[in-house]
């Protein structure tokens, strides 16, 4: 069963620091597109950082560049969003995703087939 759980989400400071980590199971996190996403209260899911399967290279949304890094250990089979330097504008429930198939390899954003449950994250002084 595949499976994408997140963890360590809660509530930071502006300026502060939090790290997310996604569990998967019944498959190899190595071996695929994966990335994160967020749905802040009242606006549309959006791609927030993926990391591409053919080549291993990153991409990151404008909002979060420099600030944000995605990673991956692949002996835990877990990959992790370090979010440094937190606005109250990142406000939101974080999903963790996968792309099992690759029929938009090539697309670093489309074709998350599967999806953690979400975390929330509140960034609030």
């Known amino acids: 069963q595949v499976q994408l759980v997140e963890s360590g989400g809660g509530l930071v400071q502006p300026g502060g620091s939090l790290r997310l980590s996604c569990g998967a199971s019944?498959?190899?996190?190595?071996?695929?597109?994966i990335g994160w996403f967020r749905q802040a209260p009242g606006k549309e899911r959006e791609g927030v950082s993926c990391i591409r399967s053919h080549d291993g290279s990153t991409d990151y949304a404008d909002s979060v560049k420099g600030r944000f890094t995605i990673s991956r250990d692949n002996a835990k089979n877990t990959m992790f969003l370090e979010m440094n330097s937190l606005k109250p504008e990142d406000t939101a429930v974080y999903y963790c995703?996968?792309?099992?198939?690759?029929?938009?390899?090539?697309?670093?954003?489309?074709?998350?087939?599967?999806w953690g449950k979400g975390i929330l994250v509140t960034v609030s002084s």
């Open positions: 019944g498959f190899t996190l190595e071996h695929y597109k």
């Open positions: 995703a996968a792309d099992l198939v690759g029929s938009r390899w090539w697309d670093c954003w489309s074709g998350m087939e599967y």
